[in-house]
């Protein structure tokens, strides 16, 4: 992250491959276990791509990007902002009706 890794992948989140979107949201998915990361992801905009991934992902996408929500949500500025970014709604659909590892 301190190579300035996160917008990148935010980017490729956004914009990239199918495989590079999964790719790019499993990479954050890590990243986000670091306090300081998970403000540097939601600054470079990461909160939005993540949450379009778990609302109209694939089913890797949806597991990646619901993990790295997690994560992030850990952080009380990002709740609010995953909130506003309209991720509350993708997530609790994943809980009941999502793969085993998108519940």
Same mark, same amino acid.
Request: proline fraction near 7%; glycine fraction near 10%.
């Given at each position: 992250a301190k190579a300035g890794g996160i917008?990148? $992948?935010?980017?490729?989140?956004?914009?990239?491959?199918?495989g590079?979107?999964?790719?790019?949201a499993g990479a954050l998915v890590n990243l986000a276990f670091n306090a300081d990361n998970?403000?540097?992801i939601?600054?470079?905009g990461g909160i939005a791509p993540l949450v379009a991934l778990a609302r109209d992902g694939t089913d890797g996408q949806q597991v990646h990007a619901a993990w790295a929500?997690?994560? $992030? *949500?850990?952080n009380a500025d990002n709740q609010v902002a995953i909130a506003r970014a309209g991720?509350?709604?993708? $997530?609790?659909a $994943? *809980?009941?009706?999502?793969?085993?590892g998108e519940k």
């Open positions: 917008a990148p $992948l935010v980017a490729l989140a956004r914009d990239g491959t199918d590079q979107k999964e790719e790019a998970k403000v540097a939601a600054k470079a929500l997690a994560n $992030l *949500a850990i991720g509350i709604a993708p $997530l609790v $994943l *809980a009941p009706g999502g793969t085993d």
